[in-house]
Every structure is written in C-alpha cells, then in structure tokens.
C-alpha cells in the first residue's frame, strides 16, 4: 500500500520559509516523478513542482522559480520542497503525488494527504 505523508507546513510571515516533507511509503521515490501541488480555498488544484524519477530533472511552476526548490533523499525515502521568500498568495493545502508518467498534470497517480501552509502578509 502506497503511503505519502507530508509534515512542514505551517504559519509564517511574508518574506519567510519552510521546509515541506514528504515521506513514502509503499514505492520507491527514485522510480517515480514526486511531484508537490497546492488549493487555496475556492481554487483548482495547482502544480508546483516537481522532479522526474529519469534523471532528477525539476519542473516549477512560474511565479515559485527561483525561491521553491524540490528535492528528494533516496536513503529516506523523502521528498522536500524548500520554500523561501514566501508570499500570502503561496498559502494553501500543499499535497505531495507521485507518478510514473506525468510531470506537470493534477492527474497524479498517488496523493498525499496535504499539509497547511499560511502566509501572513
């Protein structure tokens, strides 16, 4: 059974970061794209990031390029998205998925159960 548990989130000023975790269960994260999207209230799910299981290259969505940063630990099983220079408009429920073949779809195969992330401006 595939398990992906995220921890990190939290409240946080503007201008602030976070480390957000996902840890696995079930798969191994280096054979699989590990992707990280986030909901806001009354939104679309949305892609964040991600990292492709042939070769590591990442993915960002536009406005996090450049102060999200994915990354993953095969001896723990675990993937991280560091998140600096936050914005209120980064807060969401940010969800970790995992995924042979897509990259940037919300059609992930295997979801986490999201974590909260809050940025106060």
């Known amino acids: 059974q595939v398990q992906l548990v995220e921890s990190g989130g939290g409240l946080v000023q503007a201008g602030g970061s976070l480390r957000l975790s996902c840890a696995a269960a079930?798969?191994?994260?280096?054979?699989?794209?590990m992707g990280w999207f986030r909901q806001a209230p009354g939104k679309e799910r949305e892609f964040v990031a991600a990292?492709?299981?042939?070769?590591?290259?990442?993915y960002y969505r536009d406005s996090v390029q450049g102060r999200f940063t994915i990354s993953r630990d095969a001896a723990k099983n675990t993937v991280y998205l560091q998140m600096n220079r936050l914005r209120p408009e980064d807060s969401a429920v940010y969800y970790c998925?995992?995924?042979?073949?897509?990259?940037?779809?919300?059609?992930?195969?295997?979801w986490g159960q999201g974590t909260q992330v809050t940025v106060s401006s």
């Open positions: 990292i492709a299981w042939t070769g590591g290259s990442t």
């Open positions: 998925a995992a995924d042979k073949i897509r990259v940037t779809s919300t059609t992930y195969q295997y």
């Open positions: 079930g798969l191994t994260i280096s054979s699989y794209t």
